[in-house]
């Protein structure tokens, strides 16, 4: 695998540093692990669910967290050194083992709700955008413009 130097990234963008953010964290994701497995969804226009395969984990040992651009879920099992003393396992396919999975979010999404129901952690999320940054109609008037009066 072959690494990217961003640094001449971040002398370059003064002040918006956020792309060179963005591709930063693209080139990390790369690198991260494939487990668990999931699936990125659209339900709508501005509507997305993101399903993650969390067999083994109970509401407990999930944390979702969402902070500026970034969502992250984190799957953590209690030590199993109790646990696995008194099971024997024949053999043994579903891994039990901590996760974190990160994900960059887009401007103005934000999560709007999280369930689990058969092994599958469902995360939705909707891009909001504030009537701010929503595009406006500008209405031409009647007035004309008169440079010489402006002299």
Do not use: C, W
Request: glycine share 6%; no cysteine.
């Amino acid at each position: 695998m072959r690494t990217i130097d961003l640094s001449p990234l971040y002398r370059s963008f003064i002040g918006s540093d956020r792309l060179a953010s963005l591709i930063d964290a693209a080139n990390r994701a790369d690198s991260q692990s494939t487990y668990p497995p999931y699936n990125i969804e659209l339900l709508g226009d501005d509507q997305y669910q993101i399903s993650i395969a969390v067999a083994g984990f109970g509401r407990d040992d999930i944390t979702i967290e969402a902070q500026d651009n970034a969502l992250t879920v984190t799957g953590k099992k209690p030590t199993a050194e109790t646990s696995e003393t008194e099971r024997k396992f024949l053999h043994k396919g579903i891994s039990e083992r901590n996760f974190e999975r990160k994900f960059q979010l887009g401007d103005h999404v934000k999560v709007t709700g999280a369930a689990m129901n058969d092994g599958l952690l469902h995360i939705t999320l909707e891009r909001i955008i504030p009537e701010a940054k929503k595009p406006r109609k500008i209405e031409i008037g009647s007035r004309t413009y008169d440079h010489q009066s402006e002299q």
